[in-house]
């Protein structure tokens, strides 16, 4: 069974520009989470999305967006780069359904360097 | 306050010795706890996954959960060179929003 996919592995980009980070879910699952981890802060909530709806978003401001497609594939989008979105962004994919639980599954991450 | 504290360590420990990693939490909904191991430019491995209080194990790893305390906890028996990671704490109450310790760097030294 393939794993949680993300695309690219690295990207540097310029301030003031913008990036979209790809997500493929392990195949069955229907959640797939955004997280941002850097050094400081450790791995902070973006959102969460399933059946290509919003159903959780974390303290981040609104240059953070995200959609999902009707196959559960996922893409964030970072808009007005700062210097201080430079992180791994990782993206975990869960069965969750209401009612169930289960435990998330983490992609290798994508590196965004801002310079 | 954060939801949840870890002590990031780091932590280094001879090959062979118990290891133990620990997390608290305030928000008293969490129900479900998990724990990861990370390699350097790696994501996250999911561990173990406990439910509510216990005890869980699963080879060299347990996993305690004591709700009444708000602490979690994970044990490694017979410490490997090839455990050496950051290991991150993680729970959550009843929607899929997970909170996440900050991480514990570990190496354990042959």
């Known amino acids: 069974k393939a794993g949680v996919t993300q695309t690219p592995r690295y990207l540097i980009k310029t301030r003031g520009q913008q990036v979209t980070l790809s997500c493929s879910p392990i195949s069955g699952h229907r959640s797939v989470s955004w997280y941002q981890q850097t050094p400081g802060q450790g791995l902070q909530f973006l959102f969460e999305?399933?059946?290509?709806?919003?159903?959780n978003k974390g303290n981040f401001p609104g240059r953070f967006s995200g959609r999902q497609f009707s196959n559960s594939r996922s893409e964030m989008n970072v808009s007005t780069l700062e210097l201080g979105d430079s992180a791994l962004y990782l993206c975990a994919s869960s069965s969750f359904l209401t009612g169930a639980n289960t435990e998330a599954f983490f992609g290798q991450g994508t590196r965004l360097t801002v310079v | 306050q954060k939801e949840v504290e870890q002590d990031p360590g780091p932590l280094s420990v001879p090959e062979g010795a118990i290891v133990s990693l620990n997390c608290t939490y305030s928000n008293s909904a969490f129900q479900y706890f998990m724990w990861y191991r990370q390699y350097s430019r790696k994501g996250p491995e999911l561990l173990m996954y406990?439910?509510?209080?216990g005890n869980k194990e699963d080879g060299r790893f347990t996993a305690q959960v004591d709700k009444s305390s708000k602490y979690i906890s994970l044990f490694i028996r017979d410490s490997q060179p090839s455990d050496s990671a950051t290991y991150l704490c993680?729970?959550?109450?009843?929607?899929?929003?997970?909170?996440f310790g900050t991480g514990t760097s570990l190496t354990v030294i042959p």
């Open positions: 999305y399933f059946s290509e709806t919003q159903r």
């Open positions: 406990t439910y509510s209080s």
């Open positions: 993680a729970m959550k109450a009843g929607v899929n929003q997970f909170y």
